[in-house]
């Protein structure tokens, strides 16, 4: 059925512009949206800080850059901390320039994890979804998550159910999951390579548990990402004798995907409720199995023994022995596994339900109204 063609506004986030990677994971997610939304023939308005930029061009895209100052981090902060708007800050200026041109549009999709956008939900001036990109970081963002979950249910969506459950939700979540772009990343069959890591370099990523692997088995751990906590890294480092790790940085897709692919497996070690886990998705586009902590997304992302395998939490001594028996996963199966549930074409789908459900939804109340 072809769904009628939709006129969106996408937000991003305000804590740093699209490609500087400050923003982790809501960046890709974002791209790999709008490539897939423009896939199914939707009309973009991307709005985003000053700087940022995208991979692609469309006659169906178009971009509106917002200078300000960025908005803090919510992991930089306290979970009873109060919203904080920077002077001359980024983030109300991205929704006042929504505002102004929100009534051509059908919908506004939300990619900040922030107040101010939740709140203008209840002001009702336009339509605007929210796709949630963390798990519970925040009181004052909880309890906004709450209020709009029981005022319009239909405008809000999660990654994965475990993230949704850090929520009090008035409904059954709605779960896109997330998307990426196949083209972007290539086929490895090589089965006899090096350990990896990636994701940003702080404590509740969990690098040092891989760390304790790789020094374990005797190897080096290859690690991918942007060092947002030095000293934490640091500490790493200094706590074991000999060099373990080899820092490969924060790369752009292109050159990740062609080192991450000749890993024999990544180790994914959340030690908080990851949202989704990307970085588990780009390793098994690329054919390279998973081994991770069941927690937060990634236990939704790995079927145990398929595309890798499921440690407890914490567990060094359950990873050391996942990693010994890693060549009993077929590669192939991991990148079949993200053709058919983590694509941006099947993404885009997903999420197109999820607006259609929301404004028929809304519809359909001012029909019984
Ligand atoms: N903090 N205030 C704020 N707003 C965001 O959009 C935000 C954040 N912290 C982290 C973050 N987004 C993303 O890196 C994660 O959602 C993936």
Known sequence: M????????????????LG?????????TIVSLIKGLIYLGHEIILIAPKGSKLPFESELLEIRLIDGIDQPSWQHLKKKDPVLIPFNGVLPKLWEEVINIAN???AVINFAYDWLPLWLTKIQLIKIFHLI??????????????????????????????????????????????GFDMENYLFNENVNGPLGWAGRIAPEKGLEDAVKVANYLGEKLLVWGFIEDKKYAFEIENSF?????????????????EQLGRC???????KWNEAYGNVIVEAMACGVPVI???????????????????????????????TKSISEIK???????????????????????????????????????
């Open 292 to 322: 991770a902590y069941d927690l937060g997304g990634p236990g939704e992302l790995i079927e145990d023994g398929v595309n890798g395998f499921l440690v407890k939490p914490n567990d060094i001594e359950g990873l050391i022995k996942a």
């Open 331 to 369: 590669r192939q199966n991991c990148r079949n596994w993200v053709e058919k549930k983590a694509s941006n074409k099947v993404f885009a789908e997903r999420v197109e339900n999820w607006l259609n459900k929301g404004l028929n939804k809304k519809i359909s109340e001012d029909i019984q109204d």
């Open 104 to 106: 051509e549009s059908d």
């Open 264 to 270: 024999r497996a990544l180790i994914n070690t959340p």
């Open 2 to 17: 072809i769904n009628k063609q939709l006129k969106l506004i996408l937000v991003s986030t305000p804590i740093g512009y």
């Open 241 to 257: 004798t000999k060099e373990i790790i080899e820092w490969r940085g924060f790369l752009p897709t292109d050159k990740f995907q």
């Open 20 to 28: 500087s990677g400050k923003g982790g994971g809501v960046e890709l």
């Open 133 to 178: 990109s963390m798990g519970d970081e925040s009181l004052i963002m909880k309890d906004i998550i709450s209020e709009i979950s029981h005022l319009f249910p239909f405008q809000l969506a999660f990654h994965t159910k475990s993230q949704s459950k850090d929520y009090s939700l008035k409904t059954d979540p709605i779960i896109v999951g997330n």
